[in-house]
């Protein structure tokens, strides 16, 4: 193609190539499913890698091999000379949730099927379609003979837990090659009407685990009158941070919560909710209090919380124990929306703690933290992609300015970089679940996709 060619003379160029060579891309995508990456299995882990690996070389990417000792090897590749830079996130474990028995498919998990316009296999919708169609992309612009305008990343991580704790490390040891002009994070899905959904952000973990000591050992209760209670003091320590779920009560909790501007707020709050969906896991009992939220889309994204997650003292659950226990410890789950810290809340906690005289003794360890995140809905690149959404899709995307999700997306986020999530899947996709699934158009429309916003970033 000449340099004089049009942007829209490019797109449609790459669009072509990825129609010609679609169905190649469909066995490769099953090839890449049949791979069984999950995060207990390293011989699987490791081929996955090593497969994905000399696929970003026939790119004619650079590839580097990043070891860690808390995950499995992480790749940082990259092609292309432009000006601008677009970094791709994705992993190649599969698994997020406990994803149930292996009996509960209609085929094999492992074993990719194509019936009804879909193609089911684990890890298909969460994140090997995401990740491979961000090569495949790649692949269509040397098959259309259009130069790659701009330098085009990929970090690809291969988690051992949740969390991702090694990916701080990578992003720390690797800014020049993290700071980029945009980043498509790793997945996102249509709704039912085909309207592409955009990520801009998620809310942030803060996972704490506090415990209080008061004996050596769990002793008989006939001596109760003597004994401090170690149960009692966690109780009413997890009770004082847990008393209202939005955290009002703790002085300072929600000082720093940014305010929503007027359109990102319409926007969320007119994002779909199925209350029938959530009366029907959580029970009837539900029913009353949820119909008097005006809108749950809109709560369940910018309402910070505060979750007592479990507490153990004692003996096995069900045992009749005639005891005093020595210790006890409880799970304490924060979720933080932008403009909170995770420095800051647990500043918050130590000071309520300590105004209730809950304090003394208590050992509070922090378990998991991730800081949340938002990209600017009016922004640039916020902007590129959502043209490219509908130039690829026929409909105007829909710009979800924050998510219920947690995640890592503020690691590059703070090197200012700014992060949209986009991808293959539909509500209906049975993410980590029995029978996973994306629609196969889908895959060519997610293809079309990324090289709209290619180009647009370009242009």
């Given at each position: 193609?000449?340099?004089?060619?049009?942007?829209?003379?490019?797109?449609?160029?790459?669009?072509?190539?990825?129609?010609?060579?679609?169905?190649?891309?469909?066995?490769?995508?099953?090839?890449?499913?049949?791979?069984?990456?999950?995060?207990?299995?390293?011989?699987?882990?490791?081929?996955?890698?090593?497969?994905?690996?000399?696929?970003?070389?026939?790119?004619?990417?650079?590839?580097?091999?990043?070891?860690?000792?808390?995950?499995?090897?992480?790749?940082?590749?990259?092609?292309?000379?432009?000006?601008?830079?677009?970094?791709?996130?994705?992993?190649?474990?599969?698994?997020?949730?406990?994803?149930?028995?292996?009996?509960?498919?209609?085929?094999?998990?492992?074993?990719?099927?194509?019936?009804?316009?879909?193609?089911?296999?684990?890890?298909?919708?969460?994140?090997?379609?995401?990740?491979?169609?961000?090569?495949?992309?790649?692949?269509?612009?040397?098959?259309?003979?259009?130069?790659?305008?701009?330098?085009?990343?990929?970090?690809?991580?291969?988690?051992?837990?949740?969390?991702?704790?090694?990916?701080?490390?990578?992003?720390?040891?690797?800014?020049?090659?993290?700071?980029?002009?945009?980043?498509?994070?790793?997945?996102?899905?249509?709704?039912?009407?085909?309207?592409?959904?955009?990520?801009?952000?998620?809310?942030?973990?803060?996972?704490?685990?506090?415990?209080?000591?008061?004996?050596?050992?769990?002793?008989?209760?006939?001596?109760?009158?003597?004994?401090?209670?170690?149960?009692?003091?966690?109780?009413?320590?997890?009770?004082?941070?847990?008393?209202?779920?939005?955290g009002r009560h703790v002085p300072g909790f929600l000082d720093a919560v940014t305010p929503w501007g007027e359109a990102d707020a319409a926007a969320l709050a007119a994002m779909p909710f199925d209350r029938e969906y959530l009366v029907g896991r959580a029970g009837e009992s539900l029913r009353d209090s949820l119909d008097a939220v005006e809108s749950p889309a809109f709560a369940v994204?910018?309402?910070?919380?505060?979750?007592?997650?479990?507490?153990?003292?004692?003996?096995?659950?069900?045992?009749?124990?005639?005891?005093?226990?020595?210790?006890?410890?409880?799970?304490?789950?924060?979720?933080?929306?932008?403009?909170?810290?995770?420095?800051?809340?647990?500043?918050?906690?130590?000071?309520?703690?300590?105004?209730?005289?809950?304090?003394?003794?208590?050992?509070?360890?922090?378990?998991?933290?991730?800081?949340?995140?938002?990209?600017?809905?009016?922004?640039?690149?916020?902007?590129?992609?959502?043209?490219?959404?509908?130039?690829?899709?026929?409909?105007?995307?829909?710009?979800?300015?924050?998510?219920?999700?947690?995640?890592?997306?503020?690691?590059?986020?703070?090197?200012?970089?700014?992060?949209?999530?986009?991808?293959?899947?539909?509500?209906?996709?049975?993410?980590?679940?029995?029978?996973?699934?994306?629609?196969?158009?889908?895959?060519?429309?997610?293809?079309?996709?990324?090289?709209?916003?290619?180009?647009?970033?370009?242009?």
């Amino acid at each position: 193609m000449t340099p004089a060619a049009t942007p829209q003379e490019r797109v449609d160029a790459v669009w072509e190539a990825i129609d010609a060579s679609f169905d190649g891309y469909l066995d490769e995508l099953e090839e890449l499913c049949r791979f069984r990456s999950r995060r207990e299995e390293p011989d699987g882990m490791l081929a996955t890698k090593e497969w994905i690996e000399r696929r970003l070389r026939a790119l004619g990417a650079s590839v580097e091999v990043v070891e860690s000792a808390r995950a499995y090897p992480y790749l940082l590749a990259r092609v292309g000379t432009g000006e601008r830079s677009l970094l791709n996130f994705n992993h190649y474990d599969v698994e997020v949730e406990p994803p149930g028995p292996d009996e509960a498919w209609t085929t094999p998990p492992y074993e990719p099927a194509r019936r009804d316009g879909r193609m089911f296999a684990r890890g298909i919708a969460d994140d090997k379609a995401a990740l491979l169609s961000r090569i495949h992309v790649v692949d269509a612009f040397a098959k259309a003979g259009v130069e790659l305008p701009v330098e085009v990343r990929f970090l690809v991580e291969g988690k051992r837990t949740l969390g991702a704790p090694a990916l701080a490390g990578v992003v720390d040891g690797y800014p020049d090659f993290v700071r980029a002009d945009g980043a498509l994070w790793e997945n996102s899905w249509s709704d039912f009407d085909g309207r592409p959904l955009l990520k801009l952000g998620e809310k942030g973990i803060l996972y704490l685990e506090i415990g209080f000591r008061a004996l050596d050992r769990d002793l008989s209760s006939q001596n109760a009158i003597l004994l401090p209670q170690a149960a009692a003091r966690v109780v009413a320590a997890a009770a004082a941070l847990t008393r209202f779920t939005d955290g009002r009560h703790v002085p300072g909790f929600l000082d720093a919560v940014t305010p929503w501007g007027e359109a990102d707020a319409a926007a969320l709050a007119a994002m779909p909710f199925d209350r029938e969906y959530l009366v029907g896991r959580a029970g009837e009992s539900l029913r009353d209090s949820l119909d008097a939220v005006e809108s749950p889309a809109f709560a369940v994204r910018t309402t910070p919380t505060i979750v007592l997650s479990w507490i153990h003292a004692g003996p096995p659950e069900g045992s009749v124990a005639l005891g005093v226990p020595a210790g006890c410890r409880a799970g304490i789950e924060v979720r933080l929306v932008p403009g909170q810290s995770t420095e800051g809340v647990l500043a918050a906690f130590r000071a309520f703690l300590a105004e209730q005289g809950l304090d003394d003794g208590l050992d509070i360890e922090v378990r998991r933290a991730g800081e949340p995140e938002a990209t600017d809905s009016s922004g640039w690149f916020a902007g590129v992609v959502a043209e490219a959404a509908e130039l690829a899709h026929g409909a105007p995307p829909v710009l979800e300015a924050t998510t219920v999700w947690i995640g890592t997306r503020a690691l590059v986020a703070a090197a200012g970089v700014p992060v949209v999530g986009v991808g293959i899947a539909r509500p209906d996709s049975s993410v980590d679940g029995p029978d996973e699934n994306i629609l196969v158009e889908d895959y060519r429309l997610g293809l079309r996709h990324l090289a709209a916003i290619i180009v647009g970033m370009a242009t």
